[in-house]
């Protein structure tokens, strides 16, 4: 089952595996498709701003899938996702939105966009 604000998740990071979540971005609704060998998919992208002891904080790219040989179950993805223009501007709508961002973050992005 896919993890929720405030659950502990495991990404190892800079010596840490224990996080907390604090924020999550993610899809209305997930990417479905068939597929040859796995049949039918559901694949639910993710942000996650997450926080660990000392008050580092970072941002985790993980989805979530189901297919035909999971049952339908959605299990978690275990790599980086891959992920279209649209859904990766969708998530950062999202993660904007959620103030998943800092403020200063933001104002660097907003120029770099316009140069």
């Not at 899809?27 to 068939?34: A, D, G």
Request: hydrophobic share 35%; net charge positive.
């Amino acid at each position: 089952m896919p993890a929720s604000i405030g659950s502990t998740v495991h990404p190892w990071y800079k010596g840490n595996h224990e996080w907390r979540i604090k924020g999550i971005a993610e899809l209305e609704q997930s990417v479905k498709y068939h597929d040859g060998q796995q049949g039918k998919v559901s694949y639910d992208p993710k942000i996650m701003l997450l926080e660990g002891k000392g008050g580092c904080s970072a941002l985790w790219f993980n989805y979530w899938i189901s297919t035909d040989k999971t049952g339908g179950k959605m299990k978690w993805g275990g790599g980086a996702p891959i992920l279209e223009e649209p859904v990766l501007l969708e998530l950062m709508r999202k993660a904007i939105r959620n103030k998943l961002l800092s403020e200063d973050f933001l104002k660097v992005l907003a120029t770099e966009i316009k140069n």
